[in-house]
């Protein structure tokens, strides 16, 4: 009896032993350089990466300016540490947020990210997330390019959704989809533990690791189409995840007094290009969405007239009752503004007429060709002009 | 939007149900006239080639190590084939130019119509071969100095035994499981000019392009017909 | 690869139905493309009729033009393979142009493509009177450039539109000129 129970003590402890080992081994990182077997499921996995990442290199979506990337590639390299030669990253121009990791070291940031994110730690706290997914090879079996990249339907210009793709469709198209990891709840968790731990070392706001979360999390609650969203599809949402998020943040919070958000860095890099991806934004027609991201990000900066802007398209072409009323104030909001941008003028107008304020739609259009007189609507709108 | 869908998957319902054995479906051809300068030269735009496993899911997973193998000797066994005809070739391997690029996504697009037409026979196009990449083309052939471009493209799936078993077992039920398929088009595109003179059109439930001679016949089939 | 017989199927029943094969039009005479709207080809196409009509050179893959005409309130411009109906956004009676060009926009958006980005919006002759015009581009999934031109009116609360399709290299530049004289012959009730 005694050496029985002796014995199974002994297995206990030799299980328990094996377990931890078990977890050690499961997220070790590979060494700088490591490239997998050539005959494994890995290799195929970087072979079809591999031509994803030369087809991004080569995309007209690909933002090459130099400064951005500095910013952006910098700050990964930051966060990559001992890990920033084997990373190349890429910023797309997709209006969505979104980034990810590719099992070879390629990361891609859409621009919608770098439009949504409202400062540096929280652009960091995403790419902590995004890039622990690569140091920790998670799901690597879990992998699925959303456009397939050997499948036979691609060969014959089919895609998941959407058109255009051709005979050499059958690469990785990343546009709007990317590479989809179905992620297990535990690499999720390991995911913003490791990420919101490289974030803090950094120096970054504990508190915008789950404020960045919840924003896009409210924004995604907006979207009547929520089975299709890019953002749900790679980050399931667990509302365990956002307490256990928000507690560390608690704990962490009153370690350091010096915590950085650095938000003017953010904007000094980013300023350039928000015209442009607050139209792409809109571009996409998703108006529920555009409304909760745009008050929020007006309400963060009130003194960027581009996202009252923003806010107003959003309203007159969601167009329900009381968004006249509200698309006009923000329209009026933004034209208060320093960079007041002049198609605020049109939106008047186009509210304006519609309304049958003839006298309110010349006026407004009659600022907006002041304004913008190289629009490329300004034919349409001298148009406009002479019916009124 | 719906038709390019409709169509491709017609295109390829078509094909499926058919093939039960190689079919190679050779365009007319227009004469190939080389310059009078400098000999013969063909542009080898680099294969694109990928060798997969069909899973028993019916999921292809790609094999790097037997895509190497595949792309070597696709590449090797035409490279000889031309030289053999006194025909000197260069490799575009890896193309960064923009313009170029876009060159490379145009033949995409139009070599799938060229594929889809086997089975919709456009009217404009009965009976007359006539698809072009437009004379931007210029650009590759000042780059690689060659006065045809060859593109290649092959996507070969092999059945893995699960997937073999599963086959049987669905057989037996009277309901048809597709097997491995190997797709592939060559190309022959003049560079001075944009006109696609020769495309050859592979399907096939067989094939084999992880050995050699295997692999050879494979390509003398994808070269079948080519004017050169 | 799941689907592929499911897909496979279903082609061969499209393909019965005979909604995919492809008429001839001759040159030289005018063609209805919908809601009483006549246009002269200028050159042969490939006709292919389903929900609307579409003339191709050399393949839908490659070029086409679209004729979206009698699109009533509440419906969107086209229907897109693989996305509800409920999905895509819907012409209004009361937009204006410039809301028509952000329809435009959103659907060709739905559809897949990348980076569409309208200019030029302008008012132009449709028919015997005043429609409007604007170009576009974009960029496939597989990142091929492509642009654009539409012409298009509102007559009662319907819509009518011409939307033609090519890729920037060599396509769209060998075939606009012939394009817009199609468009320019646009004859309405």
């Known amino acids: 009896m005694k050496l029985k129970r002796a014995l199974s003590l002994s297995c206990a402890g030799l299980l328990l032993m094996t377990a931890s080992g078990q977890a050690a081994d499961r997220y070790a990182m590979p060494p700088p350089g490591y490239t997998p077997d050539m005959s494994s499921d890995e290799a195929g996995i970087w072979m079809q990466v591999d031509k994803a990442e030369a087809n991004i290199k080569t995309s007209p979506q690909l933002v090459r300016d130099e400064k951005l990337n500095a910013y952006v590639g910098g700050l990964v390299c930051k966060l990559a540490a001992e890990y920033c030669p084997s990373i190349r990253v890429y910023i797309v121009d997709v209006p969505e947020f979104n980034a990810y990791a590719m099992p070879n070291g390629a990361v891609v940031v859409y621009t919608g990210l770098l439009l949504q994110a409202e400062n540096e730690a929280q652009l960091a706290f995403v790419l902590g997330h995004e890039i622990t997914h690569y140091l920790h090879r998670h799901s690597l079996e879990h992998l699925r390019m959303a456009v397939n990249t050997t499948g036979f339907l691609a060969v014959f210009g089919i895609a998941a959704a959407g058109a255009g793709v051709g005979l050499l469709g059958s690469v990785a198209s990343l546009a709007g989809v990317g590479a989809i990891y179905s992620n297990s709840r535990d690499e999720e968790r390991d995911a913003d533990d490791q990420g919101f731990r490289i974030g803090t070392q950094n120096g970054y706001a504990p508190g915008q690791a789950p404020a960045i979360w919840r924003f896009v999390a409210d924004e995604e609650k907006a979207n009547p189409d929520r089975s299709k969203s890019l953002f749900l599809a790679d980050h399931p949402e667990s509302a365990e995840r956002m307490t256990t998020l928000q507690k560390a943040a608690d704990t962490a919070a009153p370690t ?106 010349k006026e407004s259009f009659t600022q907006y060709r002041a304004k913008a007189p190289d629009a490329s609507d300004k034919a349409m709108i001298d148009f406009y002009l002479t019916q009124l | 939007m719906r038709y390019r869908e409709m169509i491709a998957l017609l295109a390829l319902g078509a094909m499926l149900s058919a093939c039960t054995s190689t079919q190679k479906q050779v365009a007319a051809t227009a004469p190939v006239n080389w310059t009078a300068e ?111 471009a060859l593109f290649v493209f092959v996507r070969d799936s092999y059945t893995t035994a699960g997937r073999a078993l599963l086959m049987l077992g669905a057989a037996m039920m009277g309901v048809g499981i597709q097997g491995g398929q190997q797709i592939g088009f060559a190309s022959l595109v003049d560079l001075r000019t944009g006109r696609v003179v020769w495309f050859n059109q592979l399907v096939s439930t067989g094939g084999n392009l992880k050995e050699e001679k295997p692999a050879a016949t494979t390509v003398k089939n994808l070269l079948d017909g080519m004017p050169l | 690869m799941k689907h592929l017989n499911r897909l496979a199927a279903l082609a061969l029943v499209l393909l019965a139905a005979g909604c995919a094969q492809a008429t001839l039009v001759s040159a030289d005479k005018p063609v209805t493309v919908g809601n009483g709207v006549t246009v002269m080809p200028q050159r042969q196409w490939n006709q292919f009729s389903a929900d609307h009509i579409v003339w191709t050179a050399d393949g839908p893959n490659v070029n086409s033009i679209h004729f979206l005409t009698g699109v009533k309130a509440g419906k969107p411009l086209l229907h897109v393979f693989g996305v509800a109906d409920k999905e895509l956004p819907v012409f ?26 309208p200019g030029n919006l302008t008012p132009c002759p449709f028919g015997g009177g005043t429609g409007f015009c604007f170009d576009l581009d974009f960029v496939t999934r597989d990142g091929l450039q492509m642009k654009g031109m539409t012409m298009a009116r509102k007559q009662a609360d319907t819509l009518d539109l011409f939307l033609f399709e090519a890729p920037s290299e060599y396509f769209y530049g060998d075939l606009s000129p012939v394009v817009s004289k199609v468009f320019a012959s646009a004859q309405a009730k």
């Open chain 3, 92 to 117: 209004d009676a009361k937009m204006l142009p410039n809301d028509i060009q952000d329809l435009v926009v959103s659907t060709i958006g739905k559809q897949g493509y990348q980076n569409v980005r």
């Open chain 1, 256 to 361: 350091r007094s010096d915590w950085i958000v650095n938000e003017d860095a953010f904007h000094a890099a980013t300023d350039p290009f928000v015209v442009k991806w607050v139209a792409d934004e809109l571009s996409k027609g998703r108006m529920e969405q555009s409304v909760v991201m745009f008050r929020r990000l007006a309400a963060n900066v009130p003194s960027r007239g581009i996202y009252q802007y923003g806010l107003g398209e959003a309203y007159r072409r969601r167009n329900q009752p009381n968004d006249v009323a509200a698309a006009a104030s923000a329209y009026r909001g933004a034209l208060a503004c320093a960079d007041a941008p002049a198609e605020s003028w049109r939106g008047l107008g186009l509210l304006a007429m519609k309304g049958g304020d003839n006298a309110g739609a």
């Open chain 2, 38 to 148: 400098a000999g013969k030269r063909v542009v080898l735009i680099e294969p694109d080639v990928e060798l997969s496993e069909l899973t028993a899911g019916g999921i292809t997973e790609a094999r790097a190590d037997w895509t190497t193998t595949g792309k070597n000797f696709i590449k090797t066994d035409i490279a000889s084939s031309l030289q053999a005809k006194g025909i000197a070739t260069t490799s575009a391997d890896t193309i960064t130019d923009p313009h170029e690029v876009q060159l490379v996504k145009l033949y995409g697009a139009v070599g799938l119509s060229i594929m889809q037409n086997a089975i919709f026979n456009l009217p404009t196009k009965k009976n007359n071969f006539d698809w072009t990449l437009g004379p931007g083309v210029s650009a590759l052939r000042e780059h690689y100095q060659g006065d045809y």
